[in-house]
Each structure stands twice: as C-alpha cells, then as structure tokens.
C-alpha cells in the first residue's frame, strides 16, 4: 500500500475544469444507476424491490425524447461487461423497450435479447416484464418479432447447454418452455434442437419413440443420453443409481427430487462436480446431514478445494464472498435457525485460508481511495442481512481496498478524532480490526475524513466511509465538504458512505451530485456498486 499523493498525477481525468459540472446528474446518469441496482437514486439498498414504471422515470424520458436507440445500446453494453448487480434491472428496461412505438427502439431490444438473457430465467422474467408493459405502452407482445427474437434465443444455444438449462431452470414468473416455444412457434435450427424441442414439448416417451430406430448424430446421441439420465432420476428411489448418474452425467441438485437429498451418498455424488459457490452455501447443511463428518476424507477433499488457488481463481470469487460464507458456517445454524450443525474446525481453517488467497481474485479499480472506519459504538452490530460483524466487514473491507489498490489511505474516525492506520501485506483480518481500534469511541462524525483529507492537501478520487446506520455529521455537512474539497483540490472527488445495518441514509445529494452515494446494508453488489462508482460508471 503506497501513501496517496498529493498532486493529480496520472489520474488527470477526474480534474475539474473552469465551466464544467462532473457532478451533474443527468437522464443518462439515473439510467445507468437503474440498470446497474434497480433504483434512479443515489441510494443502494441490498433488499432488492420490485420494479415498476415509477422507479423507471429516466428510462421513459429518455424514451419520449426520441433517445430509444441509446437506451437499448447502454443496457447491452453495460450487460456485456457484466456492470449490472442485478439482472431484473436490464431485463425490465429492455423488455420496455421492445414496447416502444418506435420501430428502431423495438427492433434493437429484440437483438439484444441474447447478449442481456443468459439463462432461460432471464428470459422468462423478460417476457413478464413485457406482459406488465403491455398495458401501458398499448400494444400486444407476441408479435412477430418476439416471436422470431425467442425462437431465435433457443436456436443461439450449445444443445448440451440447453438440455441442462431446460430441466433445470423449468419454469419462473408463471412461464414455462413448454409457453415459450409454443407462443413463438419456434422452428428449431438443427437436429439437437429440434429433439430438445419435441422433449419440451411432447415429453421423453414420445423423444424415445421417435429416435429408437433413427440414425443419429453424435451431438444427438450426446443430448438422448443425457436426456435419458434426467428421467432415469426422476423415477429413481435407489440412491446407488441416482449417484453414479450424478456422477457419469454431471447432473446438478436442482434436477433431482426431494427425496434424493436426504440421501448421504446423493450429496456426496454431488460434492464431486459442485460449483463453488453452491458448495460454500451448503457447507452448513452438509455438516448438519453429516456428509461432512470430523476427520472424514471427504472433509479433507473439501477443504483441499476452498484452498485452491486454481480453483478459487476459476470461481472468481472475491474475499467477502468467502468471509460471508465462513461467518455464516460458525454461527453452525441457517438464516431461519432450523437446520443446525457443530463448525467443523478443519474447514473453519480452510475458509480462513481462502478469505486471503481470494485476494488476488480483485481486480484494481486503479484510483485514490480513502477507506474511513467509523469506530464509534456505532460499529458493534451485524450488517444487515448477513452473519458478519459490522466491525469485521469494514476491517475487511479496508485490508481489500488496503492490499489491491496502490494508493489508499485507512483511517480510523469518532467525534473529534481521526488517525491513520497501518495495515501491511501480512496482517490478518482480526489483526486489521485491533488496528482499527486505536482511538475512543464517540459520536459519529462523516464529515471528518474530507476534512482531515482537506486540511493535509491530500489528494483523493473517492471517500469511501463504513459506519453503522448513523449519519449524524456535526457541525459540517460532509456533502459540502466535498465540494469544497473539490474546489480546493481541482479534482472530481466522489464520496461513499456505507450504512452497514442502515435502512436508510440521507448523507448524499439525491438530486444534485452523480459523485455521491449511499449504501444501504452490504453484499457483494455494493462493492461492484463501489468500483462502478469508482470508474465513473454510474
């Protein structure tokens, strides 16, 4: 970690120049944070709400100005580079935007309906978005070119992927594959296709009537078998049987029947070839059923996975994925307190582990950052949603930001009082949180950080403060010290403030400033919302 510096440097882009407003929250602006979190203000809340044309004012302006087109690209691009922190977002903007009356606005929607719906949930929910519309926008949807944009998703898929994706993701917001490819008349584009179809359509007995006696391709007799496998489980009590088709045929939990999860060596079928994500979700239930047994091999064999760089690397997990993982497996019960388990220590080790390794999984955002913990009695809760310590996610958080970005400053703040830390490639989490506890705690003050940061002329692209749910300032109002921040420093200057168990803040501009915003709980969305910000994304 290099000291920020106290000049502009390389990162002249953020410098504020004489007749130009940076700031300046735009049409533009609210729509690229609708996209990105679902919500046209400076607010990022970590419960997800449901979306409706009045959380979508922007996206209609920008509509009605004639500015379709634009709207359509942005949704794509931003999707295409994996931005959004949500899906519904996007799916709901371009769903609108295949209502329009505009015939280019439509026409482009529908060519980007691949590159926005990954999965077939994603295109279920975006056919609901436009049955919502339809009302609204007075005009019917399964025209001719929903029709041709739908059949044409279902052509654009690896057949492979598609047999997984179709008995697995079955149905979602009251659609099914069967509703789809029957609205659409989708004509299929090749021989595997066309026998998925039929599978969706008319079932596996009339799929093993039909291709008993052909002659098939290899691609087809790849997808029969794999077909096959999925019906052999859906009619199997025999666990042994369920578990080598697992294990022979790659098949996923969400294919296999209640039933077969009470089972032992079901699990552990499926611990082989398990994503993981979905393992480190499942470590609690896992311990619990005892598949995960003290001093067992197949502890060890976990626990060698959470531990592998080329495996956590191929994840692309990022550090507060696996503390969230590792907190909510030693508190040994689920979110509702039904299942319950004793922490296994070995894999306790294992996650600690991985939290550091993760590291490298971070890529740079390249700014000036001043990370500033509140350390007021604020900051002993649980961030909302979560198993994590308020106090543990913002020592975290500052190790991340301490560890990846060459230029940051971590400060530790209360009333009247605020102090550098030191954090060093080799301390551990608990060693950053002792760190942070230098100073006594008081009232919470946001303000202190861009004034300290004024007062040294030290030179910062973003504050980025983690505090509990208080948003008292004092006597200055930290939104207009950063502007005078900005004004003394000549640069675009841009400030976070992270409400760890917050419901609500009210620090940032809600109208005026596109450089400031406020963060409502934590999760992995609102680092993405913070390195969106941090980029000049949103």
Known sequence: MEPLGQDANDHGQNSVGDGVHPWEVTDMTRLRRFICYGSEMAIYDTKEHRLGMESALALLSLLQEGRGCEVVEEVKRLALEGRPVRTNPSLFALAVCSQHLDLNTRQGAFRALSDVCRAPEHLFTFIQYKKEAKERMRCGIWGRALRKAVSDWYNKQDPMGLALAVTKYKTREGWSHQDLLRLSHAKPANEAIVLISKYIMKGWKEVQGAYADKENSEEVIKVLSYLEAVEKVKHSADEMEVSHLIEEHSLEREQLLTDHLKSKAVWKALLK??????????????????????????????????????ALKKAKLHPFSVLTASENYKRGQGNRGKVKWEPDVDIIKALDSAFYKCFTNVEPAGKRFMVAVDISTSLSSVVKGTAVSTAVAAAAMAMIFARTEAETQVMAYSEGAIVPCTITEGMSLRQVATELVKIPSGYTDCALPILWASEKTITVDMFIIFTNSACWHGEANPAECLRMYRHKMGIFSKLMVCGLTSNGLSIADPAEDRGMLDLCGFDLGAIEVIRNLALDLI
């Open 273 to 310: 070839e398990m994503p993981m994500e979905s393992m480190l979700r499942t470590l609690g239930k896992m311990t619990a059923d005892q598949v995960l047994e003290p001093g067992s091999s197949d502890v060890a064999e976990v626990c060698e996975r959470i531990q592998s760089e080329a």
